[in-house]
């Protein structure tokens, strides 16, 4: 059986944070303290802040053979009506290198019909996702660093543009 992507549901929430809190400890074990990472997730990936993302944003699912092996997390921008923001595209461990992230973030796009810019804010050492971005035409347009619950967080911001 095929990758299905479809639109997330709130019956989805435990197997969305179980995909956020597998790729996160698996992306980031090295480079980030866990207890940063468990302090994200917690936050993140709360049931009221799953709930919150699916009244305000995209939300797409993975599923391959019944069983949620990623997702895509897609918002339109507040200021400008021709931008949006990937905020997330995680692909269980086992899943990735078979396309799914692709199909996700094609979706995604075709979804945010009037969209001319996508951004894309990258941990600077994930490696894995720096290659797809740069895979898919994102560009660099900017760095930073952060202070993200204690820990400095270097940040590659990149931009595909659409139009």
Partial sequence: MGVIIRSMEEKDIADVRKVARTTWHH????TIPEPVRVRFLDSFY???ALKRRLDNSLLLIAERDGTIVGFGN????RGDPEE???GAIYIMPEAQ???IGTML?????ERLQGTKRLFVNVEKTNRTGRAFYDAKRFRVVGETEELFYGYA?????MRLDLA
């Fill in 105 to 109: 973030l094609k979706e995604g796009i």
């Fill in 46 to 48: 709360s049931d009221e």
């Fill in 84 to 86: 949006a923001e990937l």
């Fill in 97 to 99: 290198g078979a396309g």
């Fill in 74 to 77: 897609f918002f339109k921008s």
């Fill in 153 to 157: 967080l270097h940040t590659v911001k």
């Fill in 27 to 30: 992306t980031y074990a090295y």
